[in-house]
């Protein structure tokens, strides 16, 4: 094998055999294909594609670049993944009711990226919690509990590592068939019974029209179960916020309101968690309705906060996060509401404005070293199609001090529309079936 002709194939539109890209996928782990190969290859994948046998070839050979897990457990092993947005805590819910539903979920998540949230960051915002743990940890964990939300071990898809790294500074970032084999590499190498993806569309999402991101969805769905996973996908609105909150420890809150039962406190987070986790239900061998109705039981009940509790615990984090989680949160010493200028219906939101603004609060990173901030966010935003009054409240800025303060709510201003129609976006605007 040579990288150079593999490089020459994809330059020149023609998609390179699956042993040549299995191939090059093992030389971007062990060293064999240079950074100055990975970025052509990049390139020229952005700009030319591969055929749906190369980009399964290409996913298989990312996975199996490192460890692949395998289960012995009496249930099925199954996990979501959301393409990511603002306001999207799915994860911390629909895990733990999974687990109550008979079903084991060894979730490895990501960190934030760019303007949306990152699942680990929400996790470690809770005291004590490591997300970062060894396989044995995690195997440990989802046997015992059910449920265990981590980040992806040195030794999980280590080609996809590098080509990220690569990609991220080559301006290849947006290629779909890599995209697609990014998020399936590190998701099928954890041994998963079925998958479903939650494909964000909108302002808050890095796919802002319908057709990039069923063209997304499309990719994945059928990459994955080519590359032997059940999976299916729904496409999801992300024009505004899915929980009217943002920031890490803000959000973990927001959840802990919907896991003991208050659907009001983010009534979409709610029925789009209850939605995923009947699909999964589904592909798992049951009933896709019964399965909404066992997600939504399993919250109403107690017993996805139960599971919930009892993962943080696991995982280092306090042992009464059902009982006094309140306590245990930190919190950001400025709070400032933010107020309307005019009144008007309140038509819009730039989700992808309002995430940047938490970034630069400090709940995110601008580099990969950077330090986050979990208590700093923006709560009580204000949902689509709400009429409100010159001076009333539509959001609400937690900052470690005051000019951080003022700035975000100044961006909080330039990211809401006041007046004309109500778009009515629907919560699920599609989905795509194995």
């Not at 993806?197 to 808050?204: A, I, R, S």
């Not at 059940?230 to 420890?249: F, H, R, S, W």
């Not at 990173?365 to 009580?380: C, F, H």
């Amino acid at each position: 094998m040579d990288a150079r002709a593999i490089i020459a194939k994809v330059r020149d539109g023609t998609t390179p055999s699956v042993d040549e890209l299995r191939w090059f996928a093992a030389g971007l782990a062990s060293g064999a294909v240079s950074d100055a190969q990975a970025g052509a290859f990049a390139m020229g994948v952005l700009l030319n594609g591969l055929a749906e046998e190369g980009r399964v070839a290409l996913t298989l050979g990312m996975r199996d670049s490192g460890d692949v897990l395998s289960w012995r457990l009496d249930g099925p092993v199954i996990d979501k993944h959301s393409t990511g947005g603002v306001g999207d805590c799915v994860s911390l819910i629909l895990a733990p009711a999974l687990a109550a539903c008979g079903v084991y979920v060894p979730m490895i998540s990501g960190r934030g990226l760019g303007h949306t949230g990152g699942t680990l960051d929400k996790m470690e915002a809770i005291p004590g919690v490591t997300a970062q743990l060894p396989e044995s940890e995690l195997r440990r964990i989802v046997a015992k509990v059910g449920c265990a939300v981590v980040g992806a071990t040195g030794s999980i898809a280590p080609a996809d590592r590098r080509l990220y790294a690569i990609r991220d500074v080559s301006a290849t970032v947006e290629s779909i068939d890599l995209i697609t084999a990014s998020i399936l590499s590190k998701k099928l190498a954890a041994g998963l019974d079925g998958l479903v993806l939650d494909v964000k569309v909108g302002t808050g999402a890095f796919m802002k029209s319908a057709e990039d991101a069923r063209a997304l969805a499309q990719s994945l769905v059928t990459t994955a179960n080519g590359a032997g996973c059940k999976t299916a996908a729904m496409i999801t609105d992300m024009n505004e916020p899915l929980a009217p909150t943002l920031g890490n420890a803000l959000e973990v809150a927001t959840c802990m309101e919907v896991l003991s039962g208050d659907r009001l406190a983010a009534p979409r987070l709610h029925d789009l968690t209850v939605a995923l986790g009947g699909r999964c239900l589904a592909l798992a061998g049951g009933a896709e309705g019964e399965g909404e109705e066992k997600i939504a039981e399993a919250i109403a009940s107690g017993a996805a906060m139960e599971r919930f509790a009892q993962m943080v615990y696991e995982m280092g984090g306090p042992p009464d996060m059902d009982r006094d989680w309140r306590t245990h949160l930190p919190k950001a010493p400025v709070v400032l509401p933010v107020t309307a200028p005019t009144s008007g219906l309140l038509s819009g939101w730039d989700g992808q404005a309002l995430g940047l603004a938490v970034v630069d609060l400090g709940g995110g990173r601008r580099v990969e070293t950077d330090r986050i901030d979990p208590a700093v966010g923006i709560t009580d935003v204000l949902p689509i199609g709400r009429g409100v009054e010159a001076g009333q409240v539509i959001a609400t800025v937690h900052a470690r001090n005051a000019a951080d303060a003022q700035a975000a709510a100044q961006t909080v201003l330039d990211a809401v529309s006041l007046g004309g129609a109500d778009p009515d976006y629907p919560l699920l605007h599609d989905r795509i079936d194995p």
